[in-house]
């Protein structure tokens, strides 16, 4: 017996030097370990539902149209959620594990004193059997006097109530031992618990880094594929005004001509006619006359039907990244009919490289509409048109934006306006 509890008392020894060996921060934990793992247990509830909103926010974020810069801001905040996550699932785990080690020296010293108990208890047995039920009856009636009966009775009561004792206490040490293994299977299966969560976290933390990268990743071949779009719109929008600036060009050129022209008719001397009547000027072409003007601002039909995907003026992307446009895009279907907002001429119908099949009418005063990401062509170069009549299909399937035409108006001197400034409200 005198082994067995040296070996329990060894076994406690090293269990306290394994404890004083954590440091101060291990002792003052040990003070109290169920308050912080109460307060970590309450952490690690508000830092899952930060995830969780944060989850929620990701999903939103990912509904909408391309917002990838919001997404790896998300994704970063829920790394560092997810760290303070395992952080708190590694306290707990330390709490826990000092409550086993403790636990288990409390059950060590539990059963070593049960053991000590029921030893005596044993033995107290032993000795009560090998003197036979007629003991105590007889350590009486051998008492010389009164008074030897006296104590002889008061002796064998207190071994009595030491023998009943001793009963109370080896059940007592029993149910404690009990509670005591109860509570380490308990927090065993805790430990088994926050190490499975611990494992859960850490993968999804590795699947949320995986997921930055490849986020990442994306960006930037989005960003490179939008600046190299950014650079050919404004090469293709370079040619386009250089196209405007030479039509508006030629026109000013016809204008001045005519009114030269004009002029000069007017200063000739006229010649007498046969009749002895001085002949009529001869007629000089005058310009024709403007079939669109500021008093249609506001009035003028769509060219088709459908809903603006982009609109005049600058636009920021969802990288970031800045657009102009000097026009508006009208979402439809692929080969809906494209019409003319106004009559006049066209002086453009034919490819136009960026834009592909692209209609340009002139409508006299410098006023030009624009009908640009056209399926096909049904009007030709020099045609005069009326107003409404179909200059070819909604193309534009390989753009980003998807079916689509580019509707643009320009302003005498080639300058592009805001085309929803002259078209008809919707309602």
Do not use: C
């Amino acid at each position: 017996m005198t082994t067995h509890r040296h070996r329990i008392r060894l076994a406690l020894g090293a269990i306290l030097l394994a404890g004083a060996a954590a440091g101060p921060w291990v002792a003052r934990a040990q003070q109290d370990p169920s308050r912080e793992l109460s307060e970590s247990q309450r952490r690690l509830q508000q830092i899952r539902q930060e995830r969780q909103r944060l989850r929620g926010e990701l999903e939103g974020i990912r509904s909408r149209v391309g917002d990838v810069s919001a997404e790896i801001r998300n994704i970063q905040r829920q790394q560092q959620v997810s760290s303070q996550l395992l952080s708190e699932l590694n306290t707990q785990l330390s709490v826990t594990t000092r409550q086993i080690d403790s636990t288990t020296a409390e059950m060590i010293w539990t059963e070593a004193e049960l053991q000590d108990k029921k030893t005596l208890l044993n033995q107290r047995l032993r000795d009560i059997y090998k003197r036979g039920p007629m003991s105590s009856a007889q350590v009486l009636l051998s008492a010389h006097s009164f008074g030897e009966l006296i104590n002889r009775y008061k002796y064998l009561h207190l071994v009595a109530r030491r023998d009943r004792q001793l009963v109370t206490e080896v059940a007592e040490l029993a149910r404690e031992l009990q509670v005591r293994e109860r509570e380490l299977r308990r927090s065993l299966a805790d430990v088994q618990y926050l190490q499975n969560e611990r494992a859960q976290e850490s993968a999804m933390l590795s699947d949320m880094r995986q997921t930055r990268g490849q986020t990442l990743s994306s960006l930037q071949s989005s960003a490179r594929s939008a600046n190299a779009r950014l650079t050919a719109l404004a090469r293709d929008e370079r040619r386009l005004t250089g196209l405007m600036a030479d039509l508006e060009r030629r026109r000013r050129d016809a204008d001045r001509r005519r009114e030269a022209e004009r002029r000069a008719a007017a200063a000739a001397p006229r010649t007498p006619s046969a009749a002895g009547a001085p002949s009529a000027p001869r007629p000089v072409e005058r310009a024709a006359a403007s079939t669109m003007t500021t008093a249609d601002l506001g009035a003028l039909d769509w060219p088709v039907g459908g809903r603006v995907v982009y609109n005049y003026g600058r636009a920021t992307q969802a990288n970031g990244t800045t657009i102009r446009y000097n026009g508006i895009g009208i979402g439809a279907a692929a080969g809906s009919p494209v019409r003319a907002v106004e009559g006049g001429t066209v002086e453009m119908a034919a490819p136009f490289e960026g834009y592909g099949p692209t209609v340009v009418v002139s409508h006299g005063g410098g006023y030009y509409s624009l009908y640009l990401y056209l399926k096909d062509i049904q009007v030709r170069q020099g045609q005069q048109i009326a107003k409404g009549a179909v200059v070819g299909a909604v193309g534009g399937e390989g753009t980003p934006e998807g079916a689509h035409v580019e509707f643009q108006i320009r302003a005498p001197g080639g300058g592009a306006v805001d085309p929803l400034t002259w078209l008809r409200r919707r309602g």
